[in-house]
């Protein structure tokens, strides 16, 4: 099974150049199966919170991020065993 990063999208931040977020939480530990669609990690930005999804059907291999951690746009969160390729 090829293993994919899940990243912050970069679409859906703000146009602003070099602002950060913060990881709020973190919704699956690794072994934790995942669906496409699924949200799996939330960021805080400016006075939003962003709910990251799977846009992958897999399992969780490892978690890149915890609470409190800073990201920016194209952040790895995790890395997911997706099923189906390879």
């Known amino acids: 099974m090829p293993s ?7 679409e859906l931040w703000p146009r602003r150049g070099g602002w950060r977020g913060r ?5 699956k530990k ?3 199966r995942v669906s496409r669609g699924e949200p799996v990690v939330e960021v805080e ?5 962003l709910v990251i999804e799977s846009p992958y059907d897999g399992v969780v291999s490892e978690v ?9 746009p194209g952040s790895e969160l995790m ?3 997706v099923v189906g390729e390879g």
């Open 4 to 10: 994919k990063a899940i990243r912050v999208p970069e």
């Open 23 to 27: 990881v709020v939480s973190v919704l």
């Open 30 to 32: 690794p072994g934790d």
């Open 45 to 49: 930005i400016e006075k939003a919170v």
């Open 64 to 72: 890149l991020v915890s609470q409190g951690s800073p990201v920016e």
């Open 79 to 81: 890395r997911v065993d």
